[in-house]
């Protein structure tokens, strides 16, 4: 089961990561000066990441596949890692769909 992971950067800014079952982060969000706002940033990603077209599958500089899920207004809300093959991409892509309705949320930011 996956699991979205909120975090601080080292610019006190908030940040999620959308880990998979397998314990890979298939999703990593922009840094966000509020915790609510990086919150909403999560239900964004559940809503979004059930349509195909939100996704928009791109290649790097170094020629590596990987992929930027967007909400409804054009935003980007998150960015893959990147990925060896455009196979292993459409599999995240599947895995993303598939975690990040049903995942839990660590707010790391809580620990001391």
Known sequence: MGK??????????FQFNLIGGNGE????SEG???????QKGIESVRVNSQDDLKYDRRV??????Y?????????IIGVSQLYSSRE????????????????E????????
Do not use: H, P, W
């Open 60 to 65: 790097s500089t170094n020629k590596k596949d």
């Open 32 to 38: 966000y000066i509020q915790k609510t706002s990086c």
């Open 4 to 13: 979205f992971i909120i975090s601080k950067r080292k610019d006190q800014e």
């Open 88 to 103: 292993s991409m459409e599999k995240g892509i599947v895995s993303v769909k598939s975690n990040a309705l049903t995942a």
């Open 105 to 112: 949320i660590n707010d790391e930011t809580l620990k001391n």
């Open 67 to 75: 992929f930027v899920l967007k909400a409804g207004n054009g935003e």
């Open 25 to 28: 982060n298939i999703l990593t």
